[in-house]
């Protein structure tokens, strides 16, 4: 049987209607490939996501796979012809060869409606490229922010110029209060002062205001010292007199306080780092814990480095502490590593997080 035109008419307009009279999401280009980079750097992309639709577009959320993350949308809403920016960032450490990062959009298009069934589709975007091998002097910066222990000495200045640990930042405990923007209070925290007991009640405050992973160490420097000597120490000179252990056993952690660390555990978290720019650079921002020593100067101070101990050098983009670490490594010091792209490659990834500028 024939069908009426009017019928057939009506029909496409419902169709039409359907198509139309609804929001839909469009991004140009939802698949970005960046090529090559070496492993440890971030790839960061800008999508633009728009309402190519008749009626407002809602974004329910955003998510990303595993090694992705993404920036929040400055609007979840988008009127017909409206758009938003979305910055992706894909850390490249650990993985190597080809790779495909998927970020996935739940919205209120009806193609990509959010459900709670998994056989309805979700509106994807994707990063892709072919990430080479770092080489095994190199350190991350993810690795680094991971690895990163604040060690905060409470003693007075004086005393701490005398002799403390390589890294240890000075906050005296009468001024600690002032200087709690320098302590992320998601860092791995270890104060430190002269016998262990002012750091005892310090940690206990700390973790009162939300600092989660603070610690004190046990004995503070007497302890140290009584055990490691000058190992790991910067010491001013004829300053250190070396404390009687005769008689002595190493203080243990009582196994209910969880804010104790005693001295091989804090023998375990030390690190070298250093700064290898010249010294106007470091004044103006380094990251927290850091020494100087310029580039030009380091090959003289090699027969002064801790053996037997993480050493990490750094400069501003990455090309100067490669060549460090390689001469370090050449000289025996075989724990020494370059962080990744440097002091930039922190910057993008990580902001101000562990940096100390002039001004602090």
Known sequence: MKKPLPAIIAFCLAIATAAYGSPRIHVEGPIYDFGSV???????????????????????????SCGCTTTQLATDHLAPGESVELEVLVDTAGFGGRISKAIYIYCSDPDYADSSSS??????????????RAQPYHTSVSDMNYLFTLFVDLRDPATYEEAHLIGAVNLPL?????????LPPDALIVLIDQDGVASVQTAADLDALGYGTVYYALGGMDEWTRWYGTFFLEIAADAFEMPDREGRSRLACPEENRQCADIAELRYLAYHLIDLRDPAAYDEA?????????????????????KDVLIIVYDQAGGQSDAVAQMMLDAGLSHARSLLGGLDEWARQFGDRFVVTDSE
């Not at 056989?119 to 080479?132: H, K």
């Not at 380094?286 to 801790?306: C, K, R, W, Y």
């Open 38 to 64: 070496l492993e440890g750097f971030a790839v960061t992309h800008v999508f633009t996501i728009e309402n190519t639709g008749d009626e407002a577009l809602e974004i329910d959320r955003v998510a990303a």
């Open 174 to 182: 009468a001024e600690l209060a002032e200087s709690l923007e320098l």
């Open 286 to 306: 380094h990251l927290f814990g850091a020494v100087n020593i310029p580039h030009t100067e380091i090959s003289n101070q090699l027969d002064d480095l801790p």
């Open 119 to 132: 056989d309805r589709p979700r509106f994807t975007l994707r990063v892709t490229g072919t990430v080479i």
